[in-house]
């Protein structure tokens, strides 16, 4: 059965710096979301991604990150200076065209920040 | 903007019996979709039953099925049968149907706790 992937599973970075998150979505599918869970708390919607280009983006999605679709395959997350608050499991989601409305989801990163 | 309310933040059954995790929401749209995710420690999020508004008849899949009262925004799920499998995080989250010519994200609420005790 096709599944959502994210590389890598658990990445530890220092305060400041920057972070690439990696995910495959499922082949045939067309939208691409990432959240971000901090421990302990709920999932919370970042961003959403359709035809190359941000479609919605929460307040939570300000300038230190951006998303990006650099080949057929692979959809990222930058996080630029990142901060201790940054630490959190970033989960990346995909879904097909419209009919079917179920958001799969990736097992996530662990992201920690130091 | 939609929000999502999980009152119960643990909840505790005994295996093989029938437990109900409570959701309601907040929304002016008429159309939209309500899901539950499971979350075992693992932490990777399981779609459990989805919900579409405009649909009268309660989805069911197999031990799982959901009360959906439109009117008082309360979208509960009964687990039946409780299985120590079942024990993870559960977390009920809103999509608008309304998507505005992009893709709207998940409205996630705070997750319930279920613990089944064997």
């Known amino acids: 059965e096709p599944e959502v992937t994210q590389t890598p599973s658990h990445q530890v970075t220092q305060m400041g710096q920057e972070v690439i998150l990696r995910c495959v979505p499922i082949?045939?599918?067309?939208?691409f979301y990432w959240y971000r869970q901090i421990l302990g708390q709920k999932v919370e919607f970042l961003v959403s991604?359709?035809?190359?280009?941000?479609?919605?983006k929460s307040e939570i999605f300000d300038d230190q990150f951006s998303v990006e679709r650099p080949d057929g395959s692979n959809f990222t997350l930058k996080i630029r200076s990142t901060k201790l608050e940054d630490s959190a499991m970033y989960f990346c989601a995909s879904r097909y065209e419209t009919g079917d409305n179920e958001q799969f989801f990736g097992p996530g990163t662990r992201l920690t920040v130091l | 903007a939609q929000t999502v309310t999980q009152s119960q933040p643990e909840m505790s059954v005994q295996e093989a019996e029938t437990v109900t995790l409570s959701c309601t929401y907040d929304t002016s749209e008429s159309d939209y979709y309500l899901f539950w995710y499971k979350q075992p420690p693992s932490r990777q999020m399981i779609l459990v039953i989805r919900?579409?508004?405009?649909?009268?008849q309660n989805a069911t899949e197999n031990r799982f099925s959901v009360n959906f009262q439109k009117a008082a925004k309360s979208f509960s799920l009964k687990i039946s049968d409780s299985q120590l499998g079942d024990a993870a995080m559960y977390f009920c989250?809103?999509?608008?149907?309304?998507?505005?010519?992009?893709?709207?994200?998940?409205?996630f609420g705070k997750g319930t706790h279920l613990i089944i005790q064997p």
């Open positions: 989250a809103y999509r608008s149907a309304y998507s505005g010519g992009g893709a709207d994200g998940l409205t």
């Open positions: 991604f359709y035809n190359n280009e941000i479609s919605e």
């Open positions: 082949s045939n599918h067309l939208y």
């Open positions: 919900q579409e508004a405009y649909k009268q």
